[in-house]
């Protein structure tokens, strides 16, 4: 299942509003928000067509999509949660029913959701960054917060037996695929840290940059990270396929991108001239009680 465009466009919404995209500054390329999205390049455009039209960015020649230093109106938090319930109320009365059947609807759905506490997951594909995720979620939320790897997920259908599903936007389509609309999938925004961005803004362009990766679509991901921060060179081999390419790809680079889901072994480390682990961190996540999560390290080293 892939992400539609108001997905993205919510997505986006949200870093904008986190400052995570500051206002007058250009948004990533189209092929490098897919690639982190877990989206089509086309799903993107009409995504960003749309915030285009409803006033959240304007599209320059040269810079491409840029957000617009005054946004539109939004409601947020328990304006939005009041304006939602106002409009169902009224639906209600004009339907012919009255308060008290309204009131007990709200009481009901209450109670499922707070009473007993719903079983809320993580999904993530590798269990060092999932362990690493759910630290950060956890310390903002009060919720208790249980991992799941994905691919323990896929294997056992019936571990996702949960109101609530936390991942990373890259891994929605998935989580959304396992869910079958028994849980309320919620994706969360995960971007590279900022020590992880220090390091590839300051690689000079002559510079090799070797990506290796799980899957294809984490290559996309990784390589569009490199070229939204660096002017370096970038390739990329996947560690599941010829073995000779990765080898090959290691030994020719001056510097090796992977994240922790790619396992390599001990003779492509020492290969390696320098390697950087892409780390990832929650950015605006919403959640109650809103306490501030650490940076975490890039993991960079041979």
Same mark, same amino acid.
């Given at each position: 299942?892939?992400?539609?465009? &108001? ?38 455009? &009409? ?173 996309? &991901? ?69 306490? &501030? ?10």
């Amino acid at each position: 299942m892939a992400l539609s465009a &108001r997905d993205v466009q919510e997505a986006l919404e949200e870093r904008i509003l986190r400052a995570v995209y500051p206002r007058g500054a250009a948004l990533p390329s189209v092929r490098a928000l897919a690639a982190e999205l877990g989206a089509s390049p086309s799903t993107v455009g &009409r995504a960003l067509q749309e915030l285009g039209r409803q006033g959240w960015v304007s599209v320059e020649s040269r810079r491409g999509a840029v957000v617009r230093r005054r946004l539109p109106a939004v409601e947020t938090g328990g304006r939005d949660v009041g304006a939602t319930l106002r409009r169902l109320a009224v639906r209600w009365r004009l339907g012919g029913d009255d308060r008290e059947s309204f009131e007990g609807l709200v009481r009901r759905v209450a109670d499922e959701v707070f009473e007993p506490e719903p079983r809320t997951l993580f999904l993530e594909c590798n269990p060092v960054d999932l362990e690493r995720m759910v630290g950060q979620v956890q310390q903002e939320t009060t919720v208790r917060v249980e991992p799941l790897l994905l691919e323990r997920a896929r294997a056992e259908p019936g571990l996702v037996d949960a109101a609530v599903l936390l991942t990373p936007y890259f891994h929605l389509a998935e989580a959304r695929e396992l869910a079958r609309g028994r849980a309320d999938v919620v994706p969360l925004n995960f971007v590279a840290s900022e020590e992880t961005m220090r390091v590839l803004v300051e690689l000079a362009p002559e510079t090799r940059v070797g990506v290796v990766a799980v899957d294809d679509r984490s290559r996309r &991901r990784l390589q569009a990270i490199v070229r939204q921060y660096s002017p370096a060179r970038v390739r990329g081999a996947l560690l599941t396929g010829d073995r000779t390419r990765v080898e090959r790809l290691v030994a020719g680079s001056d510097v090796v991108v992977t994240t922790h889901a790619a396992r390599l072994s001990d003779d492509l480390l020492a290969r390696a001239r320098q390697l950087v682990r892409v780390e990832f961190v929650l950015v605006g996540a919403g959640l109650a009680p809103a306490a &501030r999560v650490p940076a975490a390290g890039a993991g960079v080293g041979r």
